[in-house]
């Protein structure tokens, strides 16, 4: 089965916080791409991050910072010190080649994060 | 360079009638999707375009057509509305060779559309 499960529905923090949103994900392929995008109250969906199943490599950028975990098929992303702006609903996805040779993307239910002031 | 672009951005529709979603993009990308995003369900693949002439099923094509004569465009028919079509339609668009990540072949990243409201009574 190829599913990605964000079982946090809805996370509330004060501002200034660290919050982790979690990402699980089920594939059997060894070639698979993960990815972070955020959806603002405006609605668009913004491209956070990509990592490919060879690089276990944590990354950080800013406040942010991404745990790649292939022995429990997680990805998790962590706000430092989150922001009012902070506040949206954050999706992961799985990429995985189709049978038709395409990538075909599977994505969460998402995570909505409300940073109170 | 506008990205990705979706046209209308809200339209009600009375159950039966037809429309046609507009995506286009100007990055020269390959490939280009249609998702629907429903409360609760993140975002499901309707249909997607690997090519210019080329379309493909996804997830939940039915009621659903596209169309890909350009290779910058991508349309979304809808023949007959229901209401259970009501939801929130992304445009996506996406490279074959997605450079900006040191050249790694084979996978893309997804750009999104500001995405399409509908509404069908």
């Known amino acids: 089965a190829q599913k990605v499960t964000q079982a946090q529905t809805e996370i509330s923090v004060v501002e200034k916080e660290d919050v982790t949103l979690d990402c699980v994900y089920e594939t059997r392929d060894t070639t698979y791409y993960l990815f972070w995008y955020k959806q603002p109250p405006s609605g668009e969906l913004v491209f956070l991050i990509r990592?490919?199943?060879?690089?276990?490599q944590n990354e950080i950028s800013g406040r942010y910072s991404w745990n790649f975990q292939k022995s429990t098929s997680s990805f998790n992303f962590t706000i430092t010190a989150s922001q009012v702006v902070d506040s949206a609903v954050y999706f992961c996805a799985l990429s995985l080649v189709g049978t038709s040779g395409t990538y075909k993307y599977i994505f969460g239910t998402g995570t909505r994060l409300k940073v109170l002031a | 360079n506008a990205g990705v672009t979706q046209t209308p951005k809200f339209r009600v529709l009375k159950t039966g009638q037809s429309m046609t979603l507009l995506c286009a993009q100007d990055m020269n990308h390959e490939y280009m999707y249609w998702y629907r995003q429903d409360p609760g369900m993140g975002l499901r693949l309707i249909h997607y375009s690997v090519g210019e002439g080329t379309t493909a099923k996804g997830e939940v094509p039915d009621g659903y057509n596209v169309s890909r004569l350009k290779k910058q465009n991508f349309l979304l028919g809808l023949e007959s509305a229901a209401p259970s079509q009501t939801s929130v339609y992304f445009c996506?668009?996406?490279?074959?060779?997605?450079?900006?990540?040191?050249?790694?072949?084979?996978?893309?990243?997804?750009?999104f559309g500001p995405g399409t409201r509908l509404l069908v009574l």
């Open positions: 990592r490919n199943s060879f690089d276990e």
């Open positions: 996506a668009s996406s490279s074959i060779r997605d450079e900006a990540y040191h050249g790694t072949s084979g996978a893309e990243t997804q750009y």
